[in-house]
Structures are given as C-alpha cells and as structure tokens.
C-alpha cells in the first residue's frame, strides 16, 4: 500500500515562506501524479496544486497563483511545495494525495486520488 509521508510544516509569520515535501517511502512517486490540499478549520478541503508526471504539466487554484510552486524531483524521489508571501488564510493542514495524471477538469476533485498522507500543519500568524 503506497503510504505519502509530507514534511516542512510550521509557523511562520505573514509574508514569510515555507517548503512542504511529500516522499512516498518504498515506492516511486514519479510514477504518480501528486497534489496538495489543504484542510482549514471549519471549512471544506480545497485543492492548492498538482503536478503530473508529463512534462512537469502543474495546476494551482487561483488563491495561490503567483505565490506557492510546485515541483518534483525524480532523483530524490520527492515533491515540493514552495510557498511564499504566505498570508493567514493559508493555515490549515497541508495533505498530499497521489494519482493518474488528471485533465485539468479533474485536478482539483479528491476523490480523484487514491493514496493519501497524514498531513502536516501550516499556521500563518504573527
């Protein structure tokens, strides 16, 4: 059973950055197309990105555009999520899930993907 494991959560003022990764020990995540979601409390699990294993191939939801990237590398076996200018409304719990390559239709849709980590918290506050 492929099992995610994601890392690099904390607290972080406004304005600051952080690098979340997903590693999926004993299996090859580039095998797999991998997105982030987050869970804040009281409120829906939304997507923030996705990258696929054709061509790097990356969607965001357009609350994150311009500030967090996504990124894998297929040495180390591992993807990135790099955020910057985080503001307070980006904590939450931080999931990656892993899956087929999705359309763009498909990215933002959990019930796409079929493995799951336990998730690592982010909180954005001064």
């Known amino acids: 059973q492929l099992e995610l494991v994601e890392s690099g959560g904390g607290l972080v003022q406004p304005g600051g950055s952080l690098t979340l990764s997903c590693k999926a020990p004993g299996f090859t995540l580039a095998y797999y197309a991998v997105a982030w979601f987050r869970q804040a409390p009281g409120k829906d699990q939304e997507v923030v990105s996705c990258i696929t294993t054709k061509d790097g191939t990356t969607y965001y939801t357009d609350a994150v555009k311009g500030r967090f990237t996504v990124s894998r590398n297929n040495a180390e076996d591992t993807v990135f999520l790099q955020m910057n200018s985080l503001k307070p409304e980006d904590t939450g719990i931080y999931y990656c899930?892993?899956?087929?390559?999705?359309?763009?239709?498909?990215?933002?849709?959990?019930?796409?993907?079929?493995?799951w980590g336990q998730g690592t918290q982010v909180t954005v506050s001064s």
């Open positions: 899930a892993a899956g087929p390559n999705p359309h763009d239709t498909e990215f933002s849709d959990p019930l796409y993907y079929d493995h």
